[in-house]
Each structure stands twice: as C-alpha cells, then as structure tokens.
C-alpha cells in the first residue's frame, strides 16, 4: 500500500515552522561534520526563504498528514543560482533548494519521494527543466541526485561570495 503523499504551497504563517526544519537539518549536518547550510547557523538565510514564501516556491510536504519535509522551488535563478550555473537565462526551468526533511523523518528512506514530490510540482507548474546543486564531497547526496535521474552537468564550481565549497550541479528534464 503506497502511502499519500500531499504538496502544499507554505503560507506566510509557515515561516517559523519552515525555519524551524531548516536550523533542525542544518544542526544535524553540522554535528555530522558537515559545512551544508552553515548560514543558517550563523542567524543567515542565504536563500531567503520569507522572500520565496512570499514569492510561493517554497512546499511543505506530507506523508498522511504527517509532516515529512520541504523543498523550494525557484522561478528564477537567485544571486547563488547566477554565481553557480551562470546568467543565462533559461525558460521553463526551476532552480530547487532546502529539499529536507523534517527531524522525525530521517533515516526512513523518503528522501526519493520528497524529490519525486519536488518534481511532481515542478511540472503541474509546467516546468519541464530542474536543476539543483549540492556539495562536492557530500557523496550520499551526489549519489541521491544520480538515482533520481538527475545528470551532473558540472563539477566542482564556487560561489566565492558566499563561501569556499565546491558545489556539484544537476540537471533533470521532467
């Protein structure tokens, strides 16, 4: 029996609860030994996720009516989107950030239907391109991405301004 998973935009009183998953996974990553989303632990957001709330691309995502986790979909490239894949614009094409889950949905495996999730939106929205980045040497998520059918399209790129990882980029055509 295949369990319901359910999308939503986030509203404008999601905001505390959307940090509050976003600082949890960036905790987990930093005791894990992982620099991932150290902006957030810094009291920074360096996607601004209020301002993408506000745009409505950011979903929260349930597994019957539990809380599983969210995802961000961008509609066009953020000043990080820019640094990393270049100025170009591209149509139908969505960049996807904060894909996590929330604390009680770790370690059980649903990190394939949040992404699947994120690219079920994506092309009720008649997006038909996805891209995302992850670190370099973060060899579970690359290994993620790939499984999911995501093509890496370009390896160890910088976003200087922002800090000093290497980043590796992923394409999906839905």
């Known amino acids: 029996m295949s369990e319901q998973i359910v999308v939503r935009l986030a509203q404008k009183e999601d905001y505390e609860?959307?940090?509050?998953?976003?600082s949890d996974t960036a905790n987990?990553?930093?005791?894990k030994g992982s620099t991932q989303w150290s902006d957030l632990l810094a009291g920074e957001d360096v996607h601004?996720?209020?301002?993408?709330i506000e745009?409505?691309?950011?979903?929260?995502?349930?597994?019957?009516?539990?809380?599983?986790?969210?995802?961000?979909?961008?509609?066009?490239?953020?000043?990080?989107d820019q640094l990393l894949w270049g100025g170009k614009p591209i149509n139908n094409v969505s960049y996807l950030h904060r894909l996590t889950l929330t604390k009680s949905a770790h370690g059980q495996k649903l990190g394939v239907q949040l992404?699947?999730?994120?690219?079920?939106?994506?092309k009720q929205n008649k997006i038909n391109r996805v891209r995302l980045d992850c670190l370099a040497d973060n060899q579970y998520l690359n290994e993620l991405y790939k499984n999911s059918g995501f093509?890496?399209?370009a390896t160890d790129k910088k976003a200087d301004m922002f800090n000093s990882n290497f980043y590796?980029?992923?394409?999906?055509l839905i």
Not at 115 to 122: E, K, P
């Open 17 to 22: 609860k959307v940090m509050e998953i976003l």
């Open 28 to 31: 987990w990553l930093n005791h």
């Open 48 to 52: 601004n996720i209020k301002s993408a």
């Open 55 to 80: 745009n409505k691309e950011v979903y929260l995502v349930r597994q019957q009516a539990v809380l599983i986790g969210m995802f961000a979909l961008w509609k066009r490239q953020s000043e990080w």
């Open 115 to 122: 992404i699947n999730s994120a690219l079920d939106t994506a």
């Open 151 to 153: 093509q890496l399209k």
């Open 168 to 172: 590796n980029l992923y394409e999906i």
